[in-house]
């Protein structure tokens, strides 16, 4: 079975440009995390979401923002782009949003890299 | 607030020794504990989780973790190490409010001589 696919798997942005990653969960899977891994340092949870519905945001800007689709893939939506948001963008996957089903899969993340 | 703390950034070994990354947490109520590997540019891997009964958790690759309520620890081993086992290694715990998000440590990289 294929895992949680993710793309592009790298891009450069220009400071101020709109970026969409894309994530495709684990086939069953209904629940769907990001995460910022910024270079030497553990990755940082940005949103979950379940069946369509935003479960959670961590500490990040509105210009960050995400969406869940019926097929329950994501989108990363990350607007007027800065320096700092140069990381690896991981998505994670997990069968709900309750604690035992909640154990997440990351798939291999998209490098964003912005100049 | 719940944290992690992995204390080494760096651990060196030599293949066919014992292995111990170690962790600490912060956290009220009962934690659930992960930890994931992470080889170079790539995503990263379950490799054991803990949610409560055995304090033992055995995981895949050869590796095991032991739950330390007293100590607030969740430290992890393997017996020998392969050249293989070379790559970043995070723990982590979820944080159960509101939402079941991950809060990771910063990470310890494991260098293997030959």
């Known amino acids: 079975d294929a895992g949680v696919t993710q793309s592009p798997t790298h891009l450069i942005k220009t400071r101020g440009q709109h970026v969409t990653l894309r994530c495709s969960p684990i086939?069953?899977?209904?629940?769907v995390s990001w995460y910022q891994q910024v270079l030497g340092q553990g990755p940082q949870f940005i949103f979950q979401?379940?069946?369509?519905?935003?479960?959670g945001r961590g500490n990040f800007p509105d210009r960050f923002s995400a969406r869940q689709f019926p097929n329950y893939s994501s989108e990363l939506n990350v607007n007027a782009l800065l320096l700092g948001d140069s990381a690896l963008y991981l998505c994670?996957?997990?069968?709900?949003?309750?604690?035992?089903?909640?154990?997440?899969?990351f798939g291999e993340g998209s490098w964003l890299t912005v100049v | 607030a719940q944290s992690v703390t992995q204390p080494d950034i760096h651990i060196t070994v030599s293949e066919g020794a014992s292995l111990e990354l170690r962790c600490n947490y912060s956290?009220?109520?009962?934690?659930?504990l992960f930890w994931y590997v992470q080889s170079p540019g790539q995503g990263l891997q379950l490799l054991l989780k803990y949610f409560s009964g055995d304090t033992l958790v055995q995981g895949i690759k050869g590796f095991e973790a032991e739950f330390k309520r007293s100590q607030s620890s969740f430290n992890l081993r393997k017996p020998s190490v392969h050249w293989s086992d070379a790559a970043e290694y995070f723990c982590?715990?979820?944080?159960?409010?509101?939402?079941?998000?991950?809060?990771f440590g910063t990470g310890t990289r494991l260098k293997v001589l030959a």
């Open positions: 979401y379940y069946e369509k519905e935003e479960r």
């Open positions: 956290y009220g109520a009962t934690p659930y």
């Open positions: 982590a715990v979820v944080a159960t409010s509101g939402t079941y998000k991950y809060i």
């Open positions: 086939s069953g899977h209904k629940s």
């Open positions: 994670a996957s997990s069968y709900d949003d309750t604690l035992s089903g909640n154990t997440i899969y």
